[in-house]
């Protein structure tokens, strides 16, 4: 199986340009809404009357609902993250809301042999599982931000173009619409400084802080803001969720991961979190660098042990620590890269 390279995603891309295989009723492909949304990712957000939580509650806002955000606002309190939204009505605190865009792709007519990465441009996208005793059935709901490994392009339930998903964690496969996901090109990811020696990187995280700081030899490349895990939860088993303190290496790179459940019937208020974004774990027990979708709380632990990161940190990351994880280094039956990599310092 030959690896896909540049020229080739150029090609596949040229192909789609040509015209659609399917239907002609598709959006205007050009069509892309540059309002300022924020999704409500929690169970319900709040709207006060003034920028703080000591205000008068005047609205409610329910898990996936979008909301226009008209400025952003930096308040007295929390410290830590300061900032709220101003909408209709009020206000809202940004902890547990996702800025969001709408962005239609034009579809590929095919999709290579080996797969392709493709990221979610819209709030969020409904897919579909199809079997012949119950044709089309809803499953997950895939979040703007969230990175997939698309298999297939054929017809879904409306007859438009839809991707066909790999989901590593149980090998099922479900469709979502083919333009609200956006190809991801082998350059986009290609490794960061990769001729660095092993030895002369090192990431530097500070649970105190809520900081990450990424080095090469002994000049600073890059300086972030992480939620890590929560000192008072406990995970399956009685398992501590605080983020393990000490000297590791990343292990193990996955540009895109299905976390929590593997239940294609969950509900959008379950514990299931498919295409988490640009995976870098760093012990055997599963804790790793990713971005993160579901909150906008950085500056104080929110995970269950991971080191949750803004997407674009998390995607600078992977593609700057070893094991370098290329596209064409990436397996594409395991979709992982695993090696001795980066050394990972984590500090009280």
């Not at 898990?63 to 101003?86: F, G, Q, S």
């Not at 879904?156 to 479900?174: F, K, S, V």
């Not at 333009?179 to 290609?190: F, G, W």
Request: aromatic share 12%; proline share 8%; with cysteine.
């Amino acid at each position: 199986m030959r690896p896909i390279s540049r020229r080739d995603f150029l090609k596949l891309s040229a192909l789609a340009l040509g015209g659609m295989a399917f239907t002609p009723f598709l959006p205007e492909i050009t069509a892309f809404d540059d309002v300022n949304l924020v999704r409500v990712a929690t169970k319900s957000v709040s709207v006060y009357q003034r920028p703080t939580d000591q205000s008068l509650i005047v609205s409610t806002w329910n898990r996936d609902d979008l909301v226009n955000m008209y400025a952003e606002i930096t308040a007295d309190e929390p410290k830590y993250n300061p900032v709220w939204y101003r909408v209709w009505g009020g206000y809202m605190h940004r902890a547990r809301l996702q800025r969001v865009k709408i962005h239609y792709n034009q579809p590929l007519n095919v999709v290579p042999e080996t797969g392709l990465l493709a990221e979610v441009t819209v709030p969020y996208t409904q897919s579909y599982r199809y079997t012949p005793y119950d044709g089309w059935q809803t499953t997950y709901r895939l979040y703007y931000g969230s990175v997939h490994w698309i298999v297939a392009v054929e017809p879904g339930p409306d007859g438009q173009p839809w991707y066909r998903i790999l989901d590593e964690l149980d090998e099922a496969t479900y469709h979502a619409p083919a333009i609200h996901l956006r190809p991801v090109s082998p350059e986009e990811i290609a490794p960061i400084s990769p001729d660095v020696p092993l030895e002369k990187k090192r990431i530097e995280v500070a649970l105190n802080t809520q900081t990450l700081t990424c080095y090469e030899s002994d000049q600073v490349v890059f300086q972030t803001t992480i939620s890590s895990g929560i000192a008072e939860l406990s995970g399956a088993g009685g398992t501590p969720t605080i983020t393990p303190a000490g000297n590791h290496n990343i292990i193990v790179k996955m540009p895109s991961k299905h976390m929590g459940e593997a239940n294609l019937a969950a509900g959008i208020d379950d514990y299931v979190l498919p295409g988490v974004p640009w995976c870098s774990f760093f012990t055997d027990e599963g804790h790793a660098f990713h971005g993160t979708y579901w909150h906008d709380n950085f500056g104080v632990p929110m995970s269950h042990g991971c080191v949750n990161m803004r997407i674009a940190d998390a995607k600078w990351l992977f593609r700057w620590t070893l094991p370098s994880a290329g596209f064409n280094e990436i397996n594409k039956q395991t979709l992982d890269r695993k090696g001795y990599g980066t050394l990972v310092k984590i500090s009280p």
